[in-house]
């Protein structure tokens, strides 16, 4: 099949790599001049790394190499992703500098109109998948005076438009948020700054990359059973005494990492303790402390604004400002907005788009993979984790077996009850911190299961023990998408329809 794929990060890569080895004709589409996404450098700031240590934040058949550090940087990032491009002959698939403008029904494919150098084209494709970012569009508040903030001379950037530290020096800034974005920032900003303020809208736990300085968060978090310590929607297994009897002692472990941190952050000593208790890290964006974060407040060059907002940008004085709700009045040469992102699908027809979202906006895909109704339409990287990179795969695995039609699936009214309740569960679980229904934290391994488990495959139990006390490695599933190879290599060719008899039986690999 001629298949276009939307975004050339992580998600459009991995897909691009592993339709091509089951024999499709690929295009990849991206606006930027170069692989990456996230990581590319039109969106890098400065003193970006991995929150997940490179073995995690891995493809399962291309180990990030020996030679980086644990958590790598954005720049080390984008040529690990620039290396897979090159291992698995994916360039000459890639259509950079290119923007997807709109994709619409066309017989049973999709007409993809794309821009690059200014001029409009038109093609024709048998599917398309949507791996246009989750975190890609940023998403700026509307301040009141930003007009006489900027006439002042004032610079609004989102944290993702802000690439070279020097636009920070001997300046006044202000970076609004408190998520992994705010903290990353805030530390490179505060190393050549006048002075820097964090507005932080609320307080949120983090986990430190070194729990007590010492043990690497992965040794507890990046395994299934710091995945289990959070209940998902069904339990097996372990996970039912977790929750049953051993419910004192699974929110004790969860918890002692709570006062771990903060002991190793001084929260207490410097007014920045969360409200709950570290469990409730569930409740909202769960990331990692940034290295240097606390030491900066303690040292006096980061000063934390806690539970408040800009209500107004403008002027003190002829100088750029900020107005936050207490009255406070901060000098403000530069605001960078690390506020998050907009999730969103722009180049999708009305009568598409009103197919993929539930009354509250979610997106409603089954398995974070599938739209309801909309056949020959895919998405990947709706299922950001710890491990994106290895959900995004085995979601590629996915959509290869359905367009080879090798997927046995329920009725669309079973999907579609099985997407609305887990759409009900995350928002009970997260507090509806799930990006409208796109990220999967911290249920990544759930997810990896389940999508495998449609596929009938599955790794070997004495490895997924051994991931229940050891961090779970993605290389642990590189035989995963050779298996799917394989199969549809034995298949005589796609049935038109998947007869519901013929359903996998599951093989370990
Ligand atoms: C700063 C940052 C750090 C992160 N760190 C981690 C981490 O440590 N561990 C982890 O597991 N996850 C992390 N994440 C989550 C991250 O989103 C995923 O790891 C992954 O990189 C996302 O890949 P993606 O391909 O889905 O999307 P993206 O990387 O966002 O790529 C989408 C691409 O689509 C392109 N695109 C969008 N619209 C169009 C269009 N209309 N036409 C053409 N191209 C288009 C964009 O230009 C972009 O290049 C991080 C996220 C951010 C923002
Ligand atoms: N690898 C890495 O190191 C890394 C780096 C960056 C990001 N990421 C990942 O990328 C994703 C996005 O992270 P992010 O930090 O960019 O965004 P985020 O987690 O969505 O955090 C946004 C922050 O901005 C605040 N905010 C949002 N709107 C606001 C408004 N109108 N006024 C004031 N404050 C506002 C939020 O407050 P509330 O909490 O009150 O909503 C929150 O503190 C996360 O999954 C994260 O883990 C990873």
Same mark, same amino acid.
């Given at each position: 099949m001629r298949v276009a794929i939307i975004g050339a990060g992580v998600a459009g890569l991995t897909t691009a790599k592993v339709l091509t080895q089951a024999g499709h004709d690929v295009e990849v589409f991206d606006?930027?001049? /170069? !692989?990456?996404?996230?990581?590319s450098r039109t969106r890098r700031y400065p003193g970006l790394t991995t929150q997940s240590p490179k073995t995690q934040y891995s493809f399962s058949d291309h180990p990030m190499?020996?030679?980086?550090?644990?958590w790598p940087t954005g720049a080390q990032v984008q040529r690990y992703l620039e290396s897979y491009v090159t291992e698995f002959g994916l360039s000459a698939c890639l259509r950079l500098?290119?923007?997807?403008e709109s994709v619409v029904r066309d017989g049973d494919g999709w007409a993809v109109t794309s821009r690059a150098n200014g001029k409009a084209s038109t093609a024709t494709y048998d599917r398309v998948v949507v791996?246009?970012?989750?975190?890609c569009e940023p998403s700026i508040p509307g301040f009141a005076g930003r007009e006489e903030f900027v006439a002042a001379g004032g610079r609004l950037l989102a944290g993702c438009e802000?690439? /070279? !530290?020097?636009?920070?020096?001997d300046k006044h800034v202000l970076v609004v948020g408190y998520g992994k974005s705010a903290c990353d920032v805030a530390v490179a900003i505060s190393e050549v700054a006048a002075r820097t303020d964090v507005i932080a809208r609320q307080m949120v736990w983090k986990l430190p990359?070194?729990?007590?300085?010492?043990?690497?968060?992965k040794m507890l978090m990046l395994t299934r059973l710091g995945e289990a310590l959070f209940r998902y929607r069904r339990l097996r297994g372990f996970e039912k005494f977790l929750h049953g009897p051993g419910n004192r002692l699974r929110r004790a472990m969860l918890n002692s990492v709570g006062s771990v941190s903060v002991r190793q952050f001084g929260l207490n000593r410097h007014g920045l303790l969360p409200r709950?208790?570290?469990?409730?890290?569930?409740?909202?964006?769960i990331g990692l402390a940034t290295e240097g974060f606390f030491e900066g407040v303690a040292g006096g060059s980061i000063h934390v604004h806690r539970d408040t907002t800009i209500t107004r940008l403008g002027t003190d004085g002829g100088r750029p400002s900020a107005e936050l709700a207490d009255g406070t009045v901060l000098p403000a040469d530069l605001v960078v907005c690390a506020t998050g992102f907009t999730q969103g699908?722009?180049?999708?027809d009305g009568g598409v788009q009103r197919q993929l979202f539930?009354?509250?906006?979610?997106f409603m895909l089954y398995r974070q993979i599938q739209p309801l109704g909309v056949p020959g339409l895919y998405f990947n990287g709706?299922?950001?984790?710890?491990?994106s990179p290895l959900n995004a795969e085995m979601a590629a695995v996915w959509i290869a077996a359905d367009l080879a039609g090798a997927l046995t699936l329920p009725e669309e009214e079973t999907r579609r009850a099985d997407v609305v309740g887990q759409l009900a569960f995350m928002d009970e679980a997260t507090d509806t911190h799930h990006c409208r229904g796109t990220k999967i934290l911290p249920f990544s391994m759930h997810n990896v299961d389940e999508v495998l488990g449609d596929l009938g495959l599955q790794i070997g139990r004495r490895t997924r023990a051994a991931h229940w006390l050891g961090p779970i490695s993605p290389?642990?599933?590189?035989k995963v998408t050779p298996a799917l190879l394989d199969r549809l290599a034995e298949r005589p060719s796609p049935p038109a329809v998947t007869p519901l008899d013929s359903a996998p039986t599951s093989i370990a690999l």
């Open positions: 606006r930027t001049p /170069d !692989v990456g996404g996230v990581w190499p020996r030679d980086l550090p644990e500098e290119t923007t997807v791996a246009n970012g989750v975190f802000f690439h /070279d !530290v020097e636009d920070a020096r990359r070194k729990i007590g300085g010492l043990l690497n968060f709950g208790r570290m469990e409730d890290i569930v409740k909202g964006a699908v722009p180049f999708l539930d009354e509250r906006g979610n709706y299922n950001s984790s710890f491990f290389a642990a599933y590189r």
